[in-house]
């Protein structure tokens, strides 16, 4: 739950800094997390997103031609793929993506 609610706090400072609303530094105090943090959890994000760029791409040519295919049906489709480039992503996670 505690993870869940730190990025939520994320995703609302995100949008306050680029609406350029208030500063970085009140916003973190606000919602109990350090500038550290922040920085940190984005460049999570940030690491995450690129490594699924490859699963994104592949599901976005699939649903080219089969738009209306399932999320389970897709997965299994794709994941000989998947683990041709060593990536590791289980079904549950595909379908959060």
């Known amino acids: 739950m505690e993870r869940v609610c730190e990025k ?27 500038r550290q943090g922040y920085y940190q959890a984005m460049r999570r994000i940030d690491s995450r997103n ?22 389970k049906k897709l997965y299994l489709m794709i994941k000989p793929e998947l683990q041709e480039r060593d990536i590791k992503l289980g079904r549950d996670c595909f379908l959060t993506i």
């Open 8 to 34: 939520v706090h994320i995703r609302a400072i995100t949008r306050a800094k680029e609406n350029q609303q208030v500063k970085l530094t009140p916003l973190c105090r606000a919602y109990g997390i350090t």
């Open 50 to 71: 690129k490594a699924l760029k490859p699963v994104k791409e592949l599901v976005m040519y699939w649903r080219q031609f089969m738009p209306r295919i399932g999320g």
